[in-house]
């Protein structure tokens, strides 16, 4: 063997230059957008190193505010199960206790919130909704952790961090930059549904009661023969909905930047109760080539005509929070807080969410999070867990030896619960890769929802991108006129047109869909009055 076989030199290896971006531990990352997964599809492997490491560290970025959701309002309630699911017996679907019984009350308690500002910022801003709800089952809790829009701007969890990176405030600033969205959602075609939404009105509800409720990602429900099918949750409020344009949300902020917070502890001290149907999307749990888009894909609506929307409950919230620090602030939801009959699917969304949301709450609120009342269950706990910041009890069984904090034993330890129904075991092989889902088709549901929209909702979006993406590089206009092309003629023809008439002077760095914010620091200056020190 010749003494130069293994020079370095000679290695194929990865390419790296001074902007390329790595880990923390000094490796070149070369794929920033997939997590490993078994095929294309999922589910994904847990040592997923790059992507533990990348949303482990986004998860402590804050302290103690929630790094998203920081703004909420919460209630406590019941739902109560119709015991079927449309014409037919839940018990077909899921073997979940809260759903089978006609009648049966499961105590809640609801959280609602913006998601990309601060905890004191106003609730009119331009952004998602989150819409958590803690159902305190008979078999422990269930977390229902979703949105008011029934759909997200990516696919992979991968992308989370940067994409909450790009919509929050410029690190150097402190300023929420349009230029900086757009550049990411530019970049990242799926978004366009998700920014359709979040431009129209549909993207300031007019307050948490009159709003709908998603799950987002797409669950499993199991029955007791172990069979499972795939499951999209949706709120729908007796209310009904109203949404508010970008004129009357800022006028609105100038008086209340807390009015729904106010509208949601008001109507429940005037017993006017909010009331939410709770309603499903069943679905064979395949891959369902049928459909030009894959069912596990969070950035799509399933259609309605296909997929017809079965009621199973209403959730009535009737009491407001005694203390909003201990109750609502402390509040912790996981995706992956499910109950017997309650199953993930292979959504890389979910799969990420659910590592990230337990995770962030041990480190926001301590290890023992679960142990305080507005997050423990409402029934008898017993593990082997124990230590950790602010514990403040040990969760033994009676007539458990203390002395044994294991399993199995038999000096008198804490035993395995015998499982009745059958275990759900899918089958799943395939190469473990970093890829994106096939049949990603980005932009025709977009054309779609905007084709339902009203003409003064379709108005709206148009303006409110325009006054946006005016004041962005040609680069970042010209891409998301092309999605919007692709995605419906109209809709490009109209913001084509509409940032070709617009004023090109201006600072991206104002809110979202904001007309004019940029002028304020001048405004206050000129309108202020003169004062003599004192």
Known sequence: MKEDSFNSKNLKTNIENEDTLTNRQGHPITNNQNIRTVGNR?????????????????????????????????????????????DEPISKYTRAKLF????????????????????????????????????????GNWDLVGNNLKIFFIRDAMKFPDMIHAFRPDPITNIQDSERFFDFCASSPETFHMVTFVYSPWGIPANYRMMQG?????????????????????????????NLTQKEAEEIQAKNFNHATQDLYDAIEREDYPEWELLVQV????????????????TKLWPEDQFPWLPVGKMILNKNPEDYFTEVEQ???????????????????????????????????????LQLPINAPKKRIATNQSGGQMQYKVDHAPGQNPH????????GGLKEAEQIGKEYSPNIEGKLVRESIDRQSNTKQAGETYRRFEEWERAELISNLVSDLSKCDQRLQDKMVALAEEADDEYGRRLREGLANSPKDGSSQEPLGNKGGVNAPENAVEKGHDAEPY
């Open 283 to 298: 679905m064979s749990d395949d891959e369902h080539p049928e459909l030009d888009f894959d069912p596990l894909d969070d």
């Open 42 to 86: 999922g589910p994904a492997t847990l040592e997923n190193y790059d992507f533990i490491e990348k949303i482990s560290h986004f998860d402590r970025e804050r302290v103690p505010e929630r790094v998203v959701h920081a703004r909420g309002a919460g209630a406590h309630g019941y739902f109560e199960a119709y015991g079927t699911a449309g």
């Open 214 to 242: 998603s799950g987002v990602n797409t669950y499993k429900w199991v029955n007791n023969d172990g069979e499972a099918v795939l499951v999209k949750y949706h709120w729908e409020p007796k209310q009904g909905i109203k």
């Open 331 to 369: 509040a912790a939801f996981g995706t992956g807080v499910l109950v017997d009959g309650l199953d993930f699917s292979d959504d890389k969304m979910l799969q990420g969410r659910t590592f990230s949301y337990s995770d962030t709450q041990r480190h926001r609120v301590g290890a023992n999070y």
């Open 100 to 139: 089978q019984e006609k009648g049966k009350q499961t105590p809640v308690f609801v959280r609602f919130s913006s998601v990309i500002h601060g905890g004191h910022s106003p609730e009119t801003l331009r952004d998602p909704r989150g819409f958590a709800v803690k159902f305190y089952t008979e078999d």
């Open 404 to 411: 044994i904090n294991y399993e199995p034993s038999i000096l």
